[in-house]
């Protein structure tokens, strides 16, 4: 299965961006890259995801590497609402034994300062 | 996205006994998955809920102690049987719609065992 690889943990100022990287070196042409976020005492959410290129929603962005071996997760204005431990997964393709299952690593832990 | 309801949302349990949580859906689902959060870690996929089949379990996992029923594409649940301290941990269920769509979670179970 390929993996990720994320910092434990970030520190960010309130009201500036953040961004988090995500090393998946053995990435597959057909992974798609996720990211979801578990807040305190919740279960995961979906943060964003896309294939190969930059992807942006209302949560946050996501800009791929051009060789897919790495991403960074953008929170253009971090709030205290963004404390969580986000988590960076690659879905496996479709077919294989491991269909439509993720699996999740340690994450990193954003602290957001006042 | 898909709202999850489950139940119960903590519970405590004697040493020996069962739990059962269940776990509802919004609209029907293509995929179920059950997870596992140990304290302080991330989470571990205990197994693929099959509707009308029986569930797909990951390594570590097996059927007589995390017995798993998928009636129709809204519904399933997951018993912990035999209970020991060490299976104090939170429960999750997860579905997504299909193959490269978000996974979506519902907050969790959180069981102690005593």
């Known amino acids: 299965d390929a993996k990720t690889t994320q910092p434990n943990s970030m520190e960010s100022n309130e009201e500036e961006p953040v961004h988090l990287p995500c090393n998946h070196s053995?990435?597959?042409?057909?992974?798609?890259i996720h990211w979801y976020r578990q807040l305190p005492s919740q279960g995961p959410e979906y943060v964003i995801h896309g294939l190969t290129s930059n992807v942006n929603n209302r949560m946050a962005s996501l800009a791929i590497a051009e060789d897919r071996k790495s991403s960074t997760l953008i929170l253009h204005r971090a709030t205290l609402r963004d404390a969580a431990v986000y988590y960076c997964?690659?879905?496996?393709?479709?077919?294989?034994?491991?269909?439509?299952?993720?699996?999740f690593g340690q994450g990193t832990i954003l602290t957001v300062h006042p | 996205s898909a709202v999850i309801s489950q139940k119960p949302s903590r519970d405590i349990c004697q040493r020996g006994t069962s739990l059962t949580i269940q776990c509802q859906v919004d609209s029907q689902v293509t995929m179920m998955f059950w997870y596992r959060q140990q304290p302080g870690q991330s989470l571990t996929l205990i197994a693929t809920a099959n509707q009308g089949s029986e569930a797909t379990y990951e390594s570590g996992f097996v059927i007589d102690k995390f017995p798993i029923s998928r009636p129709n594409l809204t519904f399933s649940t997951l018993t912990v049987s035999n209970l020991s301290p060490e299976d104090s941990s939170i429960y999750l269920c997860s579905v997504r719609g299909g193959a490269n769509s978000p996974l979506h979670f519902g907050n969790g179970t959180r069981l102690t065992v005593t």
């Open positions: 053995t990435i597959s042409g057909t992974d798609y």
């Open positions: 997964i690659l879905l496996l393709p479709a077919g294989g034994t491991s269909y439509g299952k993720l699996t």
